[in-house]
């Protein structure tokens, strides 16, 4: 091999796969609310990965944003085929409810679905210290108090982190909703 060759365009699967596997399943799982759906989700956006590896391009974006973008359309992909299957009906005198009292399907559990996926990849794009006091104070009902008794970080320190938080996850689903968020 010549050391003086250009380069191979593309990104180096192998290497992402290692650095950014944990935070895609993260995603994937919290996005879908399914655990072997988000694996499912994961092999295939490596699957995609690899295949469009050559066109990778670092001046567009970092390997991880390229990633995410990856798994944003194949998790949009994976609620819009759940939406489109049918769901299994019950007996009703083996269920023991009325039809009427079963959960909705269609365009609102759809569009509900992402709703969280828009939250989450919003939450996503947070620096870790702003996801995770929104994480354990907002989603996970800590208080202020405890999330300062489990990371040593002071309770004011923890207000202004939410505060910015919120502020910085307002702007990005308000950009989202403007039609400026990333398009895959």
Same mark, same amino acid.
């Given at each position: 091999?010549?050391?003086?060759?250009?380069?191979?365009?593309?990104?180096?699967?192998?290497?992402?796969?290692?650095?950014?596997?944990?935070?895609?399943?993260?995603?994937?799982?919290?996005?879908?609310?399914?655990?072997?759906?988000? !694996? /499912?989700?994961?092999?295939?956006?490596?699957?995609?990965?690899?295949?469009?590896?050559?066109?990778?391009?670092?001046?567009?974006?970092?390997?991880?944003?390229?990633?995410?973008?990856?798994?944003?359309?194949?998790?949009? /992909?994976?609620?819009?085929?759940?939406?489109?299957?049918?769901?299994?009906?019950?007996?009703?005198?083996?269920?023991?409810?009325?039809?009427?009292?079963?959960?909705?399907?269609?365009? /609102?559990?759809?569009?509900?679905?992402? /709703?969280?996926?828009?939250?989450?990849?919003?939450?996503?794009?947070?620096?870790? !210290?702003?996801?995770?006091?929104?994480?354990?104070?907002?989603?996970?009902?800590?208080?202020?108090?405890?999330?300062?008794?489990?990371?040593?970080?002071?309770?004011?320190?923890?207000?202004?982190?939410?505060?910015?938080?919120?502020?910085?996850?307002?702007?990005?689903?308000?950009?989202?909703?403007?039609?400026?968020?990333?398009?895959?």
């Amino acid at each position: 091999m010549d050391p003086h060759a250009p380069a191979t365009p593309g990104l180096d699967v192998d290497a992402a796969f290692r650095a950014e596997s944990a935070a895609l399943l993260a995603y994937a799982v919290n996005a879908l609310g399914d655990r072997a759906a988000g !694996e /499912d989700a994961l092999q295939e956006t490596f699957v995609r990965a690899w295949t469009a590896r050559e066109r990778y391009s670092p001046e567009r974006a970092s390997p991880r944003t390229w990633l995410f973008a990856i798994a944003r359309n194949v998790v949009v /992909d994976a609620v819009r085929a759940r939406s489109r299957r049918p769901r299994p009906v019950e007996d009703v005198a083996t269920a023991g409810a009325a039809p009427q009292e079963t959960a909705p399907t269609g365009p /609102d559990t759809h569009a509900a679905s992402l /709703d969280r996926l828009l939250v989450v990849e919003s939450l996503a794009k947070l620096s870790p !210290e702003h996801r995770e006091v929104l994480v354990r104070i907002h989603l996970g009902g800590a208080s202020y108090q405890e999330v300062s008794e489990m990371t040593g970080v002071p309770v004011a320190t923890l207000r202004t982190r939410t505060f910015y938080a919120l502020k910085a996850l307002r702007a990005l689903l308000q950009d989202e909703a403007e039609g400026g968020g990333p398009r895959g």
